[in-house]
C-alpha cells in the first residue's frame, strides 16, 4: 500500500537522442563501434598490467583499475541506449532507472578518487623520486583502491536517498537515453527546488572542487619540478599531459551538467554521449601512445597470446621449403597505426557481418520483402559477407604478428574465393539492374518477367561465372615457379602482386590477367551505367517527373556498382602502380564496400526500415 501511494508510475519513457531513422542508424553505428573498441581497449589495458612484471608499480595498478573502472562507465547505459536506438517505445522500469543512477554515481565517485590518487601518485614519482617506493608502497595503493570504492559507493548511496521515496504521480516522460537525477527529480509530485540544490552540491560542487584540487596539484608538481631544473617543466609535462587530458575528459562534461545554470537539451545530450561512450574509448588510447612502456607491454603480451600459432607456423617453416610461404608486409610499419587499424577494422569487419546478416534475416522473416528485388538484394549480401571474411579477419590477425606470412596454399585460397565472390557479385549486380529497368519501364509485366525460376536463374549465373572466373585466374598462376623474392607488398594475396613474384617472363600473363579481370569489370561497368541511363531516359518519355522518381529509385543501386567496380578497375587497369593507392582501394573494397552495401539500402529503402522497425 505504501508503494503504492507513493507511486503510481512504474516505467519512465525515454525520449532517446533523435527520432531521425537516418541519425539513428548513424548513432547505431558509431556507438557500437566506440562501445566494442572501448571495451577491447580497457580490457586490453587490464590484461597487459596484471600479465606484465615489468608493469607491476604503483602507476600502472592505477591504470589498470581506472581501465577496469571505464568498463563499468561504458556499460552502464550504452549497451541500452544501442538497443534502445531501433525502438518505437523506449522505456525503463522504476528499478532499472534507480539502478543506473546508482551504478553512474558509484562509478563516478570511484573515478574521482582514482583520478586524485594517479595525481598524487605523479607528485611523489617526479618531485620525491627517492622515496617513490617507500611513500607508494602496496598498502597505500590498497588503501587509495578501497578508499575510492567507499567514496563511490557512499557517494551513490547519499545521491539515491534523494530520490528513492519521491512520489511520481504524473509525466513520465525523460527527454534522454538514459536516467540520472536532474531529469529524474523535476517529475516528482512535490517541491524539488531543496533536492535540486543537495544533488548539485553533491555530485556538482564535487565534481568542480576535485577537478580544481587536480589542476592545482599538477601546476604545482611542476613548479616544484622547474625550481630544480629549467628543462623539468617540459619533461614534466610530458610525463604528465595524458593525466591531464583523461581528467579534462572525465570532469568536463561532469561540471557542465551538473552546474550549468541553463541546461540546453541538445548539449546536454552531447555531453552525456561523450562522457558515456567517446571518454571510456579515449582513456586507454591517450594511455597507450603517450606511453612506451605500455606500448612495449602491449607488445610482449600480444606475442605470448599468438605465440602457439608463431610456433606452429616455425615448424612448418623448419618442414616445407623456403618458397611455400609469402612475407606480407602489411598496411604499415607503425605499431601506433596498426593498433588503430585494429580497432577500426575489428569494429568494421563486426558491424559488416552484423548489418548483412541483418539484412539476410529481415528479408527472410518479412512477407512484405518475399519480392525479387529483394531476394536479389539478401543474394547480394549473402556474398558481402562473404567477399569481406576472404581477407578481413587476416588482415586483422596480422596486427598482431611481427612476422605476417601466408602459405602457398592460403595465398592461392584468397585469390580463389576473392574472385570467386567478386565475379558473383559483379552479375548479380547486373541481375538487379535488370529487375530495375523492368520494374520501372515494364511495371505491368513485372510479376510475369521476374518470376521465381528467372530470379532463381540470375542467381545461379552470378555463382556460375563467378566460379569459371575465378578457376580461370588460378589456373593462370597456380604452376607458375616461385624461386626469388616473396615478399608481398600488401595485406592479402591478389594476382597482379603475386605474378610479379614468379621466376619467369610474365608480360603474356599480366596482359591475360587484364583482360579476365579489368576489362571484364570496365565492361560490366559500362553495361550498368548505360542500362540506368536507359531507365531514366525510357521512363523521360512517358512523365516529366518520371526521371527524378526513377532516379531515386535506382539511386543506392547506382552507387553501390560506383562503389564496388571503382576499385577494382584502377587496380587492374592502371597503367602505374602506386603502392600506397592500391593499399588505400584494396582496404575500401575489402572492408569499406561490404560495409556501405547494407547501410545504402537501409538508408535509401523505406520498406527495408519499416521491416526493420517491424522485426
Known sequence: MDGTN????????????????????????????????????????????????????????LLANLSFIDLGVSSVTSPKMIYDLFRKHKVISFRGCITQIFFIHVIGGVEVVLLIAMAFDRYVAICKPLHYLTIMNAKICIFFLVAAWMIGLTHSVVQLAFVVNLPFCGPN?????????????????????????????????????????????????????????????????STLSAHITVVVLFFGPLIFVYTWPFPSTHLDKFLAIFDAVVTPFLNPVIYTFRNKEMKVAMKRVIRQLVGRNLKLNQMEEVNQSAM?????????????????????????????????????????KDAHLHSPMYFLLANLSFIDFCLSSVTTPKMITDFLKEKKTISFGGCMCQIFFGHFFGGGEMILLVSMAYDRYVAICRPLHYSSIMNRHKCIGLVMTSWTVGFVHSVSQLVIIVKLPFCGPRELDSFFCDIPLVIKLACTDTYILELLINADSGVLATICFLLLLLSYSHILLT?????????????????????????????????????????????????????????????????????????????
Open 539 to 615: 521512363v523521360r518519355l512517358h512523365s516529366k517527373d518520371g526521371a527524378s522518381k526513377a532516379l531515386s529509385t535506382c539511386t543506392a543501386h547506382i552507387t553501390v556498382v560506383v562503389l564496388f567496380f571503382g576499385p577494382c578497375i584502377f587496380i587492374y587497369l592502371w597503367p602505374v602502380s602506386i603502392t600506397w593507392v592500391d593499399k588505400f582501394l584494396a582496404v575500401f573494397y575489402a572492408v569499406i564496400t561490404p560495409l556501405l552495401n547494407p547501410a545504402i539500402y537501409t538508408l535509401r529503402n523505406k520498406e527495408i526500415k519499416n521491416a526493420m522497425k517491424r522485426l
Open 6 to 61: 507513493h507511486s503510481v508510475v512504474s516505467e519512465f519513457v525515454l525520449l532517446g537522442l533523435t527520432s531521425s531513422w537516418d541519425i539513428q542508424v548513424f548513432l547505431f553505428v558509431f556507438a557500437s563501434i566506440f562501445y566494442v573498441a572501448s571495451m577491447m581497449g580497457n580490457s586490453l589495458t587490464v590484461l597487459t598490467v596484471a600479465s606484465d612484471p615489468h608493469l607491476h608499480s604503483p602507476m600502472y595498478f
Open 324 to 364: 611455400s610461404d609469402f612475407v606480407i608486409l602489411g598496411l604499415c610499419d607503425s605499431w601506433e597505426l596498426q593498433a588503430v587499424f585494429l580497432v577500426i577494422f575489428s569494429s568494421l569487419y563486426l558491424i559488416t557481418i552484423l548489418g548483412n546478416m541483418f539484412i539476410l534475416l529481415i528479408i527472410v
Open 173 to 237: 516522460v525523460l527527454d534522454s537515453f538514459y536516467c540520472d537525477l536532474p531529469r529524474l527529480i523535476k517529475l516528482a509530485c512535490t517541491e524539488t527546488y531543496q533536492l535540486e540544490v543537495m544533488v548539485t552540491a553533491n555530485s556538482g560542487f564535487i565534481s568542480v572542487g576535485s577537478f580544481f584540487i587536480l589542476a592545482i596539484s599538477y601546476v604545482i608538481i611542476i613548479l616544484t619540478v622547474q625550481k630544480f631544473s629549467s628543462t623539468g617543466s617540459s619533461k614534466a609535462l
